[in-house]
């Protein structure tokens, strides 16, 4: 299979302090790759690195083989073209109706005709199931609906390419499944190459091709879902069991502890 973006020894700061350690990974076409690991590991960063808002240490992030490691702002612009983006808060403009927030992208990328811009908007909330809700606001949406949105949203563009950042997050476990459906969908029928960062189990054993496990800033599990299933690697089961974090007090702390100094 064919490789869509390469990290190769990705090493980022946020000033002095050292978050991906020497990163590297494949994710290939058409595939979903989802990105695990606990709170703080560098998930979100990296995720930000993949579409070229933050500029690496050093290492390189070869998408479609250009690398996008200090390229130009406006060579980085049309890559982007090719990027839909959903963060976490779904990011809608409130001033704006939801047709409005979904045509963003194609009235700044593109010179379409305004009866055009209006088809292109009304198929992408089909897609999401958000038919007829074309002239309410983000703020007259539900949680559920405001993430279809931001996936409307993401997929203006026809993009090769997707990437979420805990798209269920927040969401009830059936509308969490609903949208699971739709990432997919996009699979299935569009073939677009997904990676999302994702905490949720159900999500990961639904969704996932591939999966990319991070623990303090390194990888510590690259492979199918089978594979994650049988690793051995204490991180990994303690995530899979849903074990909490060991809390490691020493006899002596313990009794100050309940002494209570
Ligand atoms: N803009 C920033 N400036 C300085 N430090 C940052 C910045 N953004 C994140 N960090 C730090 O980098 C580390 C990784 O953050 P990141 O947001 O990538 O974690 P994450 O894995 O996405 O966590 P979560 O699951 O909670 O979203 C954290 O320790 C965080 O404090
Ligand atoms: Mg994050």
Redesign the pocket.
């Known amino acids: 299979m064919e490789e869509a973006i390469k990290v190769d020894s990705l090493v980022t700061h946020?000033?002095e302090?050292q978050?991906l350690k020497n990163i590297s990974f494949t994710v290939l076409r058409g595939q979903t790759t989802v990105i695990l690991?606990?709170?703080?590991?560098?998930?979100?960063?990296?995720?930000?690195h993949l579409i070229g808002l933050l500029q690496p240490t050093s290492g390189k992030i070869l998408i479609n083989d250009n690398n996008i490691a200090g390229m130009r702002e406006e060579e980085m612009n049309e890559v982007r073209k090719k990027m839909g983006v959903l963060f976490?808060g779904a990011a809608l403009l409130n001033s704006m109706t939801l047709a409005d927030n979904v045509a963003l992208p194609l009235r700044e990328h593109t010179k379409l005709e305004e009866s055009t811009i209006q088809i292109m908007v009304r198929m992408k909330l089909d897609l999401v199931g958000l038919s007829g809700f074309e002239h309410f606001y983000p703020s007259q949406l539900s949680g559920g609906m405001k993430k279809r949105a931001g996936l409307a949203r993401a997929m203006a563009l026809d993009p090769d390419f997707l990437f979420f950042?805990?798209p269920s997050a927040g969401l009830d476990p059936v509308t969490a499944a609903g949208l699971d459906q739709l990432i997919l969908k996009l699979r299935n029928v569009f073939k677009v190459t997904i990676v999302v960062?994702t905490?949720e189990l159900p999500s990961l054993f639904m969704i996932a091709d591939h999966v990319i496990m991070?623990d303090m800033?390194e990888i510590i599990f690259a492979g199918t879902l089978d594979e994650l299933q049988i690793s051995e690697h204490p991180r990994v089961r303690m995530f899979l069991e849903r074990k909490p974090e060991a809390e490691e007090y020493s006899p002596e702390d313990y009794f100050k502890f309940i002494a209570g100094d």
């Not at 606990?38 to 995720?47: A, E, R």
Request: aromatic share 4%; with cysteine; hydrophobic share 20%.
């Open positions: 946020y000033g302090r978050i690991g606990g709170s703080g590991c560098g998930k979100s960063t990296l995720l930000k976490q950042d805990e960062v905490h991070l800033g």
